[in-house]
Nanobody, 122 residues
Framework: QVQLAESGGGLVQAGGSLRLSCAASVRTFSNYAMGWFRQAPGKEREFVAVITSSGGTTYHANSVKGRFTISRDNAKNTVYLQMNSLKPEDTAVYYC???????????????WGQGTQVTVSS
């Protein structure tokens, strides 16, 4: 069982920044593509960003492009989501996910973290 643990969420004012971390309890972390998804109350889980297993390629949702940046440190078994210029619409529970078969912008990942709450006040 691959375990993922998100951290770094919290309350921030609009325009502020937050850095989310996701630690993976896997020795073969570098084999997994990683993604960040989010889910607001009453809404479906949506794609935020993904990164290939090597970290060589990233994709970001249009809604966060230019503001959020996904990255990973395979030596630390950790994936990050740097969030800048936060907006109230970014408020959601953020989940990290791992996928062995490559990146995907849909919620078809093999393992999911418990989620971390991000609240952006206006």
């Amino acid at each position: 069982q691959v375990q993922l643990a998100e951290s770094g969420g919290g309350l921030v004012q609009a325009g502020g920044s937050l850095r989310l971390s996701c630690a993976a309890s896997v020795r073969t972390f570098s084999n997994y593509a990683m993604g960040w998804f989010r889910q607001a109350p009453g809404k479906e889980r949506e794609f935020v960003a993904v990164i290939t297993s090597s970290g060589g390629t990233t994709y970001h949702a249009n809604s966060v492009k230019g503001r959020f940046t996904i990255s990973r440190d395979n030596a630390k078994n950790t994936v990050y989501l740097q969030m800048n210029s936060l907006k109230p619409e970014d408020t959601a529970v953020y989940y990290c996910a791992a996928r062995l078969t490559g990146i995907s912008t849909t919620a078809t990942y093999d393992y999911w973290g418990q989620g971390t709450q991000v609240t952006v006040s206006s």
